[in-house]
């Protein structure tokens, strides 16, 4: 889990979302920051492809991909973690859908993997 300073990069506030809070309303200032920090989901072959969102309302600021806990003992499957860092730039309303897919099944339509609704006000 995501917790503690940021650095210095992301002066302001910053607010932070995991997997556990999938489904949940995220209520941003313009100028705000929010980071969404989910699993990996290359255990099961998957990657995650683009995300979906109003790119008038959120920047996509980056996207990591955070080695897994090596501490105590690394777990089998652990991919790691995902994470997303977004601004506010707008006032508006927006979901925010991580989709995956499988890179050989060419007739499946990738999948919901995790979305959040994002309120931005003035």
Sequence with gaps: MLSGSLGAETAGKVQVTTEQQQGQTVSLKVGEKWVLEIRNPGSGG??????????????????????????????????????????????????????????????VAPLEFTKNRVVVTE
């Design 46 to 107: 998957y990657s995650q492809v683009t995300p979906v969102y109003d790119q008038a309302i959120l920047r996509l600021a980056a996207t990591e991909k955070l080695p897994r806990e090596t501490t105590p003992k690394p777990l089998m499957g652990d991919f790691g973690k995902l994470r997303f860092s977004w601004e506010a730039l707008k006032a508006g309303e927006t979901e925010v859908l991580i989709r995956i897919s499988r890179p050989w099944e060419k007739d």
